[in-house]
């Protein structure tokens, strides 16, 4: 069974930067495609980013692209969401989410097809 742990996430100032991790236990970390996802309170489940199963795909949601970028370290069966120029927008509760299918595919299937979730990290970012 797959176990995801999130943290690093906090009370930033607008324009901060956060670097969330999600670590991997249970299986073969390299079998797996990673997300992030994201839900503020009132609103649905929102992808965030992906990385296919050997780091070589990466995926974006057009509302964070080119302030996040995810990484993948298989040594340390941790996936990376580096978050740089916050906005207010971005607060949310952050998850973690695995599976054994193609990154692109986290991207683009509705949450509650990924198998796997984390219990998630709160990120809150003030004006």
């Known amino acids: 069974q797959v176990h995801l742990v999130e943290s690093g996430g906090g009370l930033v100032q607008a324009g901060g930067s956060l670097r969330l991790s999600c670590v991997f236990s249970?299986?073969?970390?390299?079998?797996?495609?990673v997300g992030w996802f994201r839900q503020a309170p009132g609103k649905d489940r929102e992808f965030v980013a992906a990385?296919?199963?050997?780091?070589?795909?990466?995926y974006y949601a057009d509302s964070v692209k080119g302030r996040c970028t995810i990484s993948r370290d298989d040594a340390l069966n941790t996936v990376y969401l580096q978050m740089n120029s916050l906005k207010p927008a971005d607060t949310a509760a952050y998850y973690c989410?695995?599976?054994?299918?193609?990154?692109?595919?986290?991207?683009?299937?509705?949450?509650?097809?990924?198998?796997?979730w984390g219990r998630g990290t709160q990120v809150t970012v003030s004006t």
């Open positions: 249970g299986r073969t970390f390299s079998d797996y495609a």
């Open positions: 989410a695995a599976d054994q299918i193609e990154g692109y595919a986290v991207a683009t299937l509705p949450p509650i097809s990924i198998a796997s």
């Open positions: 990385i296919n199963w050997s780091g070589e795909s990466t």
